[in-house]
């Protein structure tokens, strides 16, 4: 679903098939949506951290959106 659109998850997070998880981090200055590496703060990261949604999926393959089950359970 997320593989080669430019789509992301109501929960800005999304694993890769190896496992890897990546939060949305902003946007590149062309609007493409950047992620950074879960675990990272995308508030105080620098630029050069982040990755392109495009990049990202050349190098991890397919972006799964990652629900929040507590959320979900919630309503």
């Not at 992620?35 to 495009?54: F, I, K």
């Amino acid at each position: 679903m997320f593989g080669n659109s430019t789509a992301s998850p109501p929960t800005g997070l999304v694993q890769a098939a190896d496992g890897s998880r990546w939060r949305k981090a902003g946007a590149a200055p062309e609007g493409e949506q950047l992620y950074v590496l879960d675990g990272v703060d995308p508030e105080t990261c620098a630029m050069w951290v982040r990755v392109s949604h495009h990049e990202l999926v050349e190098l991890v393959g397919t972006l799964t959106p990652v629900v929040d089950l507590r959320k979900a359970a919630a309503k």
